[in-house]
Nanobody, 115 residues
Framework: QVQPVESGGGLVQPGGSLRLSCAAS????????VSWYRQAPGNQRDLVAR???????NVADSVKGRFTISRDNAKNTVYLQMNSLKPEDTAVYLC?????????WGQGTQVTVSS
C-alpha cells in the first residue's frame, strides 16, 4: 500500500505561481506512475499531469506551457509547478499514485486563484 500526501496549495493572485508536492510513503517500489488531477465544484475530476516510473511526463493541453511535473526520487516526492495561474485553475488538486496493487488517492489540496 502507498499513501500520498499533498501539500502546497493556497490562495494566489492571477499570474502567480505555486508548487504542489505529493509525498509518497509505503511500498514505494510498486509505484508505476504519479498523477495530478483537479476538480472544481460541480465539475468532473480532470487529469492535469502525469509522470511514469520511467520519467515520461504528460501535461494536459489546458495547462501546457504553464504547469510542469517533476520528481525527486530521493525524497519520494512528485511536484507540480504551476506558473501564470488563472482563475479557472481554481480547484482541489489531488495526487493519485498508481501501483502494481492499485491506485491510491490523496486527500487533495485547495488552490484558489483570485485577486
Amino acid at each position: 500500500q502507498v499513501q500520498p500526501v499533498e501539500s502546497g496549495g493556497g490562495l494566489v493572485q492571477p499570474g502567480g505561481s505555486l508548487r504542489l508536492s505529493c509525498a509518497a510513503s509505503g511500498s514505494i517500489f510498486s509505484i508505476n506512475a504519479v498523477s495530478w488531477y483537479r476538480q472544481a465544484p460541480g465539475n468532473q475530476r480532470d487529469l492535469v499531469a502525469r509522470i511514469t516510473k520511467a520519467g515520461i511526463t504528460n501535461v494536459a493541453d489546458s495547462v501546457k506551457g504553464r504547469f510542469t511535473i517533476s520528481r525527486d526520487n530521493a525524497k519520494n516526492t512528485v511536484y507540480l509547478q504551476m506558473n501564470s495561474l488563472k482563475p479557472e485553475d481554481t480547484a482541489v488538486y489531488l495526487c493519485k499514485i498508481d501501483t502494481l496493487f492499485g491506485g491510491y488517492w490523496g486527500q487533495g489540496t485547495q488552490v484558489t486563484v483570485s485577486s
